[in-house]
Structure formats: C-alpha cells, structure tokens
C-alpha cells in the first residue's frame, strides 16, 4: 500500500509545477493577470492528482521516465477534471459554493468567468496533448481520440446527463441501481480509464495491452466511488442522498467492492503474463489504496 503513497508524495509536486507551468504558456504572454489568476485557481486548489498520477504510475510500471514529456501527457487529464469540477459547481448544475475546501471558480469570479474557465481548461487539454515533445504523432492523435471519447458525448458529459435526468426519475429501486451504475461508470471511471489507456499509448503498447490496462481502471474507478459511497453511507442517509451503496443495500456494495478488485487484479496479472516490461507493484499498490 506505501508503495503508491510514496510514488503520489514524489510526484505530485511535480504535476502541480507542470500545470502552473502550462497555464503560463497556454494564456499566452499578453493574457491579463487576472484571466491567469483564474485558470490558475481552478487548476491548483489542492487535489490529490489522481488522475495524472495514473497516467504517470503506468508509463513508470514500465521502467520508463517520468519526464517533462510524460508529465505534460499526465496534466491534460487534469485539466479536464478540473473543468468537469468547475463546470458541475455552476448555479445551472449543482450549485456548489465550496469545492476542495475554498471557494468554488464561480463563487470567487461568477459564473460567466467560470464557464469561460472551464471552456479553456477543456480545450487546453487537448493542446497539451497534440504537443506532447519527442513523442511521435501516432501516439499523439491516439490519446486525443481517447481523452476526446472518454471525456465527452459518450463518456463523462454523458454520465452528467444520466445523472441529471436520474434526479426526475421515478423508477423502481433495481432500475434506478442500473441507472447509478451507468453513471458511475461514465461520470467516473471514464476518466480514470482514460488516464491508463493515455499512458498505455504514450509508451507505444499492444491494442491487447492497452485493453487490460483499461479494464484495470475500469473497475478501480467503479470501486473509487463504490467506496467514496461507502465512506459517506451515514451522512447520505442523514442528507436524504440515494446513493448506488443505499439502493443495492452493504452486503452487495460490499460484494461489489470485492469482485471490482478481483477483476482489476486480474487485469494485472494478464499483462504481467504479456508484458516483460511491466512491474505491476505500483498498479496492485494503488488498488489495495482505493479498496482499503
Ligand atoms: C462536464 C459539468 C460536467 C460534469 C461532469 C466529473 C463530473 C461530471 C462532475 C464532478 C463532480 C463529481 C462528484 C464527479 C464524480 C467524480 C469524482 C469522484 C470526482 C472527485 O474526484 P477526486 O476525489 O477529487 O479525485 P480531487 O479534488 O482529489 O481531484
């Protein structure tokens, strides 16, 4: 379990350098200081960096070096979570005036300067992306469609849709279960498979490599919020909120949590059978963390 937590305390300074960084070069040198100011806030509140962090757990899981390179491949996904945050924050979505303990974009800067935040940090991501240093075009373009499709129609957006329309819904507590699960899928672990599959194609891997590795963060992002609700179950039910744990009751939660785990463990063990490269140490480190 430590293995992953010294790999986070190592690198996550560095990630938080790079997108303070990037924010600089993407404003461009005639940006006023208060537009920088902004994208800077929504980028740096404290996180924990999960995301880039898997990106970049991946590329190291194969012996390669965590480089300004990959740091930049690792940051675009940042970059989209924290225009999903800023986003979801605004009076039109949840109305949320704190996010990770200050004031969320659209408290602090309204919520026009907050729509034109998120708008920037999403396209930024992508720029990142397509000029990734040294790394050849191929692998370029292939993260953009993974980022493009994991993070939009029919990934994460989408899981904001479902949810959204599952608040009027008035279907029966196993429909409504199906429902939750889809949008836990899409709202979150479409992302954390995108920051595997991103460092899967950085290093250049077999389509069947790149799989497993998707199915790995398939199931640690289903069991990251299986968890998250898990944690919360008592407050939930004091606040009235009906969670995916409320509605399939603990007993099978707790089912859940375990078959999620075999099933990204067992992703592991595949690749470790395919790839000689690979060390699955760090990966096993990060599930034991998110299931614990
Ligand atoms: C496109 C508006 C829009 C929304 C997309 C991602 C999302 C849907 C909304 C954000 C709110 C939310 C609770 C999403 C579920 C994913 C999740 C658990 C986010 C929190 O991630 P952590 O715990 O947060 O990694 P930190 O602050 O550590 O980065």
Do not use: C
């Amino acid at each position: 379990m430590t293995k992953f937590k010294d790999f986070m305390a190592t690198y996550q300074p560095q990630v938080n350098e790079t997108l303070r960084a990037e924010v600089v070069t993407q404003a461009g040198p005639t940006a006023p200081q208060t537009w920088v100011a902004m994208l800077t806030y929504a980028l740096l509140t404290p996180g924990k960096r999960l995301r880039p962090l898997l990106a970049l757990a991946v590329i190291d899981s194969f012996g390669e070096e965590i480089n300004p390179s990959a740091l930049q491949t690792a940051t675009a996904l940042e970059w989209i979570h924290a225009y999903s945050l800023v986003h979801d924050d605004l009076p039109a979505m949840d109305n949320d005036t704190y996010r990770r303990g200050q004031l969320s974009v659209h408290a602090l800067y309204g919520p026009a300067s907050a729509v034109l935040v998120g708008d920037a940090l999403q396209a930024g991501a992508f720029s990142l992306l397509a000029t990734v240093p040294d790394l050849k075009a191929d692998r370029q373009v292939a993260m953009v469609q993974t980022l493009a499709t994991k993070a939009g129609a029919r990934g994460m957006v989408l899981g904001q849709v479902l949810d959204m329309a599952n608040h009027d819904t008035n279907e029966d507590q196993v429909a409504l279960a199906a429902v939750l699960d889809q949008v836990y899928q899409k709202k979150t672990a479409d992302l954390l498979q995108a920051a595997a599959l991103l460092g899967g194609q950085y290093l250049g891997l077999a389509h069947t490599s790149i799989d497993l590795l998707g199915e790995y963060a398939g199931a640690l992002g289903l069991l990251f919020q299986i968890k998250d609700d898990l944690d919360d179950y008592d407050q939930d039910a004091r606040e009235g909120v009906v969670s995916l744990v409320h509605l399939v009751g603990l007993d099978q939660a707790q089912d859940l949590a375990q078959q999620l785990k075999d099933r990204a463990q067992a992703a592991l063990d595949q690749l470790t059978q395919a790839e000689m490269n690979f060390d699955s140490e760090l990966l096993t480190s990060l599930l034991a963390q998110i299931g614990a």
